[in-house]
């Protein structure tokens, strides 16, 4: 069994493409779905151009709605203000950064939005509305590729783990994880993978109960 309360699906334009039509926001609501984090921005000129019309229709369902800004390498702080221009949020809206590797061109070596840049995307973000964003990262790129350490403004962010395994093991910056995504890509031993409405799309559950999951994304 999934540990946890399993009530939070992340999304992007990709799901809604696999699908071959909008997500059915009503149907992953009654499959047991809370809370929705949805890909708004990337680096500092790429918008999903389905985010808006998702967070309607996810709100419309009575679902929390969640944003996350995929970084990379460039100045964190304006990553930061094109990601809180695009999301515009009010205090209801979950707020992270996906901390990932990518590769910008075949052949090329993958690449990772450097530790201090994302130390600054963060304490923007802190700023801005008062409050430290989530931090979603595997725990070899956190501890080997970026360093982060208890002392890092990222050790302040709540920890979104990315971890296909049974067990989540947790980076040295963070004490505990509150999302945990257990599965992507149709990955990983636990199970389910899909979602009605949503189909096979990352899913992630939350080290607690509803209330705190409230709690949690301001409500």
Not at 15 to 31: F, H, K, M, T, W
Request: glycine share 10%; hydrophobic share 40%; with cysteine.
């Amino acid at each position: 069994m999934v540990p946890g309360l399993n009530a939070v699906i992340d999304l992007s334009h990709h799901n809604q493409e696999g699908l071959g039509r909008p997500i059915d926001y009503d149907s992953a609501r009654v499959d047991g779905v809370a809370g929705v984090i949805y890909k708004a921005t990337q680096g500092t000129a790429m918008r999903d151009m389905t985010y808006a019309d998702n967070r309607s229709a996810a709100r419309a369902a009575g679902l929390m709605w969640g944003a996350y800004h995929f970084g990379t390498v460039g100045d964190g702080v304006a990553q930061a203000d094109f990601f809180l221009n695009t999301v515009k949020p009010d205090d209801d809206t979950l707020l992270a950064l996906d901390l990932e590797d990518y590769v910008v061109k075949k052949g090329a070596p993958p690449r990772l939005m450097p530790r201090e840049e994302a130390e600054r995307f963060v304490a923007r973000i802190a700023e801005q509305t008062g409050r430290f964003p989530g931090v979603y990262t595997r725990r070899n790129l956190a501890d080997d590729a970026l360093g982060i350490t208890p002392a890092s403004e990222l050790a302040h962010c709540w920890l979104w783990l990315a971890a296909y395994s049974s067990k989540p093991k947790l980076p040295a910056a963070w004490a505990d994880w509150a999302l945990w995504q257990y599965t992507g890509d149709d990955l990983g031993p636990l199970q389910p993978h899909a979602v009605s409405g949503a189909g096979v799309c990352d899913r992630d559950t939350f080290n607690g109960e509803l209330p705190a999951l409230q709690a949690l994304w301001g409500h």
